[in-house]
């Protein structure tokens, strides 16, 4: 059987720009695609291995890094979609198809034959005239093979086989049931006086939830467009503590989905993992490829952040309390169902900041255009919608993006609202990274941002939350760190940088969100066309340090969480949800709540590649806040600054040492100061 005949994989794209032909692609067309991809590597390897000639670095590490386009070209797509537009027939040929992946990784890193030349060609490192790039490229693959088991006895590579194959299945159910768990859960609510308290924007969103569920009523579920407005405006205490536990609480039922035992086996395998290759444990094994380096330079920002943030953060929610209890009486305890609730209030009495009364200026469409004509005015890029570019979802926008001198850059994904098949979250993600062909053929990236904005209803556009506009500018940050790469080597360009790197170029990108200048592009009520009135934007600066302290302790807890599950030297088998209290006590701020556990619905660390990493966000804050004090310094749309962040950090990708691009921009190592002035701290 010919496995090619209407194949779309297995073809040359005719598509614009050779873009992912989704409207061809079928189900069955899966696993002949990634059977074919595995065969194809396999004749790449085994014609390296079995070259006769002395090992070198263009016979050897050249074609290893060029091989395996059509398995990735296949891959890419299963997993981005298992993400964005999964359903059960994708998931179920994704469980099938892991082990035999997994098998096929294996088999290549733990090739002695394939070990042994790129050994030969990287102890000649030292004598070899190569340019940084490809010397980066020796040594990360070097490092590859030797980080994956390559240099194990051939019983410890069996174990390791047998590790990183239950690995891959683990992770993959893990999401799986968090993601059944979110779209089971229904709050039907039948009558008006359930709805006290929540804007008309939340109550026509769940009136058009319910219809498209046929429910009479309105019907509210756990996704974040339903979810964090409920939290935060419903009058009703009792459904506040309803949905709160029920999205709290995800996973830990008697059933399917319980993830405690996947939780317990994900870090024991991971921490034998890296005890089996000679690592302390699994974050030591970690952070040898992070800026932080150790968990002893972790531990150190995270403790200087307790030790900072710690005093204003109870400060900040003893003010919320004190509102409750003026409010509801002296005797009101308040409960983690009860924070979101109060601290609206609270912000709104401190600052008259109503992220309602805001929503008509974020019309999707206009804030799109904003989003898109700062990176016009930073870098001279610009967007035109291509409908000729295939989609995989009626929802998702394709764009063509052109550099300042007209040529064409890349293209851009955009999907904005939640679906059943689509995990909660906002992401930025490739389904082709760009590289450099042989011939000098710059090859041009294909990016996707990913988002769950509140969606529009019968008769309203969707209006954004501010924290929504904050996200997209977030996810478009990583976007531009894909789109503006200029690399040798695809495995080094974009966002294949160090992971507590890799949060700089998006947490850059939120500074612009309180900027009065920026906002004034775009942000215009949707029925009036009036602009955002100036006062109205001096309440968003000057509510935009609200409750800054407790933010930053929330997300130091879920580093330490993180950290104490992957610094582990014991396999686990205890309670998880009691392990976890304990690892983050002491960032906590309030009650504890008994049944609640993060860790089994905590995708980031369990499943989506922060393990031992968490902390990367704070880490990059520390480098956002130190990188945007230069374009305050020089006038926030200054092209000459925003020139010098694309040349030295956005299209270097992975190319030099992290610190050496951000000094090579900001002239120094970046401290701090920036940060702790930002919030207000000091």
């Known amino acids: 059987m010919n496995t090619s005949v209407n194949n779309p994989f297995l073809q040359p794209y005719a598509t614009p720009h050779e873009t992912v032909p989704f409207h061809l692609i079928r189900l069955e ?65 994704a469980e099938k198809m892991m082990p035999e992946l997994s098998e096929h990784s294996n088999n290549i890193s733990l090739s002695p034959e394939l070990f042994a030349r790129v050994k030969a060609v990287y102890e000649q490192r030292e004598t070899l005239t190569l340019t940084p790039e490809e010397r980066q490229l020796l040594e990360k693959t070097y490092d590859g093979f ?123 395998h991971r921490m034998e993992l890296a005890r089996l290759l000679g690592y302390t444990d699994y974050a030591d094994y970690v952070l040898r490829k992070r800026m932080a380096e150790d968990s002893a330079h972790v531990y150190r920002l995270l403790d200087d952040l307790l030790e900072a943030y710690t005093p204003a953060a109870h400060r900040e929610v003893a003010e919320v309390e004190a509102l409750a209890r003026r409010l509801e009486g002296d005797d009101f305890q308040l409960m983690p169902w009860d924070f979101s609730y109060y601290s609206e209030k609270l912000k709104n009495e401190k600052y008259q900041f109503d992220e309602e009364a805001l929503r008509p200026y974020f019309e999707l469409s206009r804030v799109k255009e904003g989003v898109f004509g700062l990176a016009t005015r930073l870098y001279g890029i610009t967007f035109r919608r291509n409908p000729d570019i295939p989609v995989y979802h009626p929802d998702v926008d394709a764009y063509e993006v052109f550099d300042t001198d007209g040529s064409y850059l890349a293209v851009l994904y955009t999907d904005f609202h939640p679906r059943a098949g689509k995990r909660s979250g906002a992401w930025m993600t490739s389904y082709k990274e760009q590289w450099t062909e042989a011939d000098g053929t710059d090859s041009r990236p294909h990016v996707s941002v990913t988002m769950n904005f509140t969606k529009p209803t019968a008769d309203k556009p969707a209006l954004l939350t501010f924290s929504e506009v904050t996200t997209f500018l977030h996810e478009f940050g990583h976007a531009l760190h894909g789109m503006f790469a200029r690399t040798r080597f695809q495995s080094m360009s974009g966002t294949n940088v160090y992971w507590d790197f890799v949060e700089l170029p998006s947490q850059f990108m939120e500074n612009f969100a309180i900027e009065k200048d920026f906002l004034h592009t775009f942000a215009r009520h949707y029925q009036t066309d009036a602009p955002i009135p100036d006062e109205w934007i001096q309440r968003i600066v000057d509510a935009s340090n609200f409750n800054v302290a407790y933010s930053c302790l929330r997300q130091v807890s879920f580093g330490l969480l993180d950290m104490a599950w992957y610094t582990r030297r014991e396999p686990f088998s205890g309670d998880v949800a009691a392990y976890e209290r304990q690892a983050w006590q002491r960032a906590q701020l309030l009650p504890p709540v008994d049944g609640t556990c993060m860790s089994v619905q905590f995708g980031h660390i369990m499943s989506g590649g922060y393990s031992a990493g968490y902390y990367s966000y704070k880490w990059a804050e520390v480098l956002d806040a130190d990188a945007f004090s230069v374009f305050k310094q020089h006038g926030i749309f200054d092209r000459a600054t925003a020139d010098s962040f694309r040349q030295h950090i956005l299209s270097k990708g992975g190319t030099e040492h992290p610190m050496t691009l951000y000094k090579r921009f900001r002239g120094q190592e970046p401290t701090i100061d920036a940060l702790l002035k930002r919030n207000g701290i000091k």
Not at 226 to 232: H, L, N
């Open 146 to 268: 030797r980080r994956n088991g390559a240099n194990l006895s051939d019983a410890d590579k069996e174990t390791y086989r047998r590790l990183s194959m239950e690995l891959s299945t683990l992770t993959l159910r893990f999401s799986q049931n968090h993601l059944k768990e979110t779209n089971r859960y229904e709050l039907v609510l039948t009558q008006a006086e359930q709805l006290q308290g929540l804007p008309p924007s939340a109550v026509e969103a769940a009136a058009h939830t319910a219809a498209e569920k046929g429910k009479e009523g309105w019907v509210i579920t756990l996704q974040a467009p339903s979810y964090v407005p409920f939290m935060k405006y419903s009058d009703c205490r009792d459904l506040r503590r309803e949905l709160y536990m029920a999205y709290n609480t995800q996973c830990t039922h008697d059933n399917e989905q319980n993830n405690f035992d996947i939780v317990r086996q994900l870090v024991n």
């Open 29 to 93: 067309h899966y696993e002949p695609a990634i059977r074919e991809g595995m065969r194809q590597e396999d004749e790449e390897i085994a014609a390296i291995v079995t070259n006769t000639e002395a090992p070198t670095f263009a016979n050897t590490i050249l074609p290893l890094a060029e091989s395996g386009k059509l398995l990735e070209r296949v891959t890419t797509v299963l997993f981005n979609l298992m993400s964005a537009e999964t359903c059960d027939e994708l998931e179920a040929i």
